[in-house]
């Protein structure tokens, strides 16, 4: 599953509260539910999609909604389009923290990419609200299919 790395309770967010189905192994790291993760997925608004570029790593930030437990973002043409297009397996990656109490959590997510193209799917989307901070006339929206969090 997905780590929360702190080393005391957790302090939770205003929107969040106190997170459930959570174990903690000795070494003070742990280990979240499904459900937790989707939960603080749908609270974040930036996330970093994880790429190959030239067989390098590089994490790009976007922003980004929670459909059901599909994450999808808006992008121009470029690296992450090019992904989406060829239906890579990409990483994503949001995570908060308090610096004050040195506890936080970070969510990584691992699934397929793909373009959507069908018009019902778009309209679809248009309705669930995703806000684009950088409105490209071009741009595509990508979801990633989450198969695994890590």
């Known amino acids: 599953m997905l780590t929360d790395r702190t080393k005391v309770p957790w302090r939770g967010r205003r929107d969040c509260g106190q997170l459930e189905n959570v174990s903690r192994p000795p070494d003070g790291l742990s280990v979240l539910s499904e459900q937790a993760c989707l939960d603080l997925l749908a609270t974040a608004q930036i996330g970093r999609v994880l790429v190959s570029m030239d067989a390098l790593p590089a994490a790009l ?16 043409p470029g690296t992450k389009l090019s992904a989406a297009v060829e239906h890579a397996v990409l990483g994503f990656e949001v995570d908060d923290f308090d610096a004050e109490h040195r506890s936080g959590w970070s969510v990584l ?3 397929t ?26 741009a595509r929206y990508v979801v990633i299919d989450i198969q695994r969090g890590g």
């Open 61 to 76: 930030p976007v922003n980004f909604s929670l459909v059901g437990d599909t994450i999808v973002f808006r992008t121009a």
């Open 109 to 111: 997510a691992i699934g």
């Open 113 to 138: 990419s793909r373009v959507i193209s069908e018009p019902d799917e778009v309209a679809e989307l248009d309705l669930a609200g995703l806000d684009s901070w950088w409105m490209a006339p071009c």
